[in-house]
C-alpha cells in the first residue's frame, strides 16, 4: 500500500531514471513514495511544492571531498563544508582519508572523524577511508566498521602522514581487499616519471604541467590494471586527467574488469593554456592539461568509458596558495560550483541535465553503494536540488560558503542557478538561507 504522502514536489521538469518529465514526486517519512503524473491529486493535508518550470535533480552525490577537520580545520570543516555542498545542490558526500589530522586509517581515526562531524553537517557525509603502507590490519575492521571502500596513493600524497604504496605494497593491499570484497580507489601517477620530469619552481604554469606529464598517469594506469586483473579485483581511478589512458581502461573493461573512472569538473572546463602564471587556486595533481585533452573526457563521459564526475574540492588556506606552483598547496575548491561548472559546458555539447544527473548522482550513488541515494523513484531518500538551468550567475567568491573563499572560477559566467536542496524530505537550503543541520552520517551497508 502507498503511504499518504506529506509532500508533494511538482514540476514541469523531473529527471528520473526513465528521463525527464512532467511529474509529481510525493514524499513521505523522507523517503519518495512514488513519482506520479503532474497533475496527479495529491493526498489530502499533503503539502504542495510547485516548482513551475525549475528542474527537480536527485541531489548529488560528491564521493571525492577532503574535509580537514579535525587537525587542519582551518582549511576546511565539516559545517562550511557542507554548507558549500547543500548550495551547490549536493546532498551527500564521502570525505576523503586525507588531510584531517588524524587521517582515516584506524577504526579509532574514523571514530574522531564521526565525532567532529556529528551535529555539524547539513547534508549527509559518509566516509573512506585509507591504506597505508603498513596498515593492512587496519583494512577489515575498517570495512566493519562502514567505511565505503579505500584510497591509496602510488605517488607522493603531498603530506607526510599519508604515504604511498609502491607496486608490491599495492599488490598486498589489493589482495587483502579484495579478500573482504572491498573497493579501492587509486590515485594514479607513477612516482618514477614524476620524479624523471623536469622540475622548476616557479610562476609559470607550462613549468608545473611539465612536471606532472600525462605518461605517468598512463603508467600508473597500466600498472593498476595489470595487478587488478591478475585478482580480479576491483578498482577505482581517481580523477582521471589525461585522455590518453583512457583506450587501457576501454581494453580492461571490454575484458570484463570490474573498473570505473571519475573525472572532475576542472578538467573539463578549465585548460593549461588559460590559467594565468602564479595562479595556483588552479594548481592540483594531476593537473588541468591543455584545451585538447578535454575532447577525449568529454567523448569518454559520453560513450560510458568514464562514469562519473566528482570534485575532489581540496581546499587550504590562501596563503599556501602562494605565486609558485611547486610548492603551492595543489588542490580546487569546487563544491558549490561543480553543478553549474559543469552543466555550463555540458549544455554548450548538446547533453541534458539527465546527462548530468547521471555522472554526479547516479553513478556515484552506485560507486559508493548507497541504494538510497541518486535517483528520483520510489524508495529512495527524497533528497533533490532545484536548479533553474537557464540562468546565469557570474562567480563570486564572496558568494561560496566553503571556509576559504579561493576558486579557479572567479568571475566566470556560469548557467544553473540552485534554488533549493532538500534533504530526505526537508528543504534545507533555499536562496542562500540554510537551516539547522539534518545531515547524518552513512555507514556502507552493501
Ligand atoms: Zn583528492
Given amino acids: 500500500m502507498v503511504r499518504v504522502s506529506e509532500l508533494v514536489l511538482r514540476s514541469t521538469r523531473v529527471i528520473t531514471p526513465e528521463g525527464t518529465r512532467a511529474a509529481s514526486v510525493a514524499v513521505a517519512g523522507g523517503t519518495i ?70 587521517p582515516t586509517t584506524t577504526v579509532d581515526h574514523l571514530r574522531t572523524k564521526q565525532e567532529a562531524a556529528a551535529r555539524a553537517i547539513h547534508v549527509d557525509v559518509g566516509f573512506w577511508g585509507g591504506a597505508l603502507p603498513g596498515n593492512a590490519g587496519d583494512l577489515r575492521p575498517l570495512h566493519d566498521a562502514g567505511v565505503f571502500g579505500f584510497k591509496a596513493f602510488l605517488s607522493p600524497s603531498g603530506v607526510t602522514e599519508f604515504p604511498h604504496l609502491d607496486q608490491e605494497q599495492l599488490a598486498r593491499t589489493l589482495a587483502e581487499i579484495t579478500g573482504f570484497g572491498g573497493l579501492l580507489l587509486v590515485h594514479a601517477e607513477d ?41 580480479h579485483a576491483r578498482v577505482h581511478v581517481l580523477h582521471l586527467s589525461s585522455g590518453d589512458a583512457l583506450p587501457l581502461i576501454a581494453a580492461a573493461r571490454a575484458e570484463g574488469l570490474p573498473i570505473t573512472v571519475e573525472t572532475c569538473p576542472h578538467y573539463l572546463t578549465l585548460s593549461a593554456e588559460e590559467v594565468p602564471d602564479g595562479a595556483s587556486a588552479f594548481k592540483c595533481c594531476p593537473p588541468i592539461r591543455e584545451a585538447a585533452n578535454q575532447e577525449p573526457l568529454w567523448q ?27 610548492t603551492a598547496w595543489g588542490g580546487i575548491s569546487g563544491l558549490q560550483l561543480s553543478l553549474p561548472v559543469v552543466w555550463t559546458e555540458a549544455r554548450r555539447r548538446g547533453h541534458g541535465l539527465d546527462d548530468v ?13 548507497l541504494d538510497r541515494k541518486g535517483a528520483i523513484e520510489a524508495g529512495r531518500d527524497a533528497d533533490f536540488a532545484v536548479l533553474a538551468p537557464d540562468e546565469t550567475f557570474t562567480v563570486d567568491p564572496a558568494a561560496l560558503h566553503h571556509r576559504n573563499q579561493v576558486t579557479a572560477y572567479a568571475g566566470r559566467t556560469l548557467y544553473g542557478v540552485v534554488k533549493s536542496a532538500w534533504l530526505r524530505g526537508e528543504r534545507i537550503v533555499a536562496d542562500g538561507e540554510f537551516t539547522e543541520p539534518k545531515g547524518r552520517l552513512l555507514r556502507r551497508t552493501g
Wanted: aromatic content about 4%; glycine content about 8%; overall charge negative.
Fill in 33 to 102: 513514495t512514488a513519482v506520479l503524473p503532474h497533475d496527479a491529486d495529491a493526498s489530502p493535508g499533503a503539502r504542495i511544492e510547485d516548482l513551475g518550470d525549475d528542474v527537480l535533480l536527485p541531489g548529488l552525490v560528491d564521493t571525492h571531498v577532503h574535509i580537514n577537520e579535525p587537525g587542519r580545520s582551518e582549511w576546511e570543516g565539516f559545517r562550511t563544508a557542507t554548507r558549500a555542498a547543500a548550495a551547490g545542490g549536493i546532498t551527500t558526500l564521502i570525505d576523503m582519508p586525507l588531510n584531517s589530522l588524524p
Fill in 191 to 231: 612516482p618514477h616519471q614524476l620524479a624523471a620530469a623536469p622540475r622548476q619552481g616557479g610562476p609559470k604554469y607550462a613549468d608545473f604541467l611539465a612536471g606532472r606529464p600525462r605518461a605517468a598517469e598512463t603508467t600508473a594506469v597500466a600498472h593498476l590494471l595489470a595487478q587488478a586483473k591478475r585478482l
Fill in 300 to 326: 569518454a563521459l559520453a560513450d560510458g568509458t568514464i562514469d562519473c564526475v566528482v570534485t575532489d574540492h581540496s581546499p587550504s588556506t590562501a596563503d599556501l596558495k602562494t605565486a609558485d606552483f611547486a
Fill in 357 to 369: 544527473a547521471r555522472w554526479m548522482s547516479t553513478r556515484t550513488a552506485r560507486l559508493a553503494g
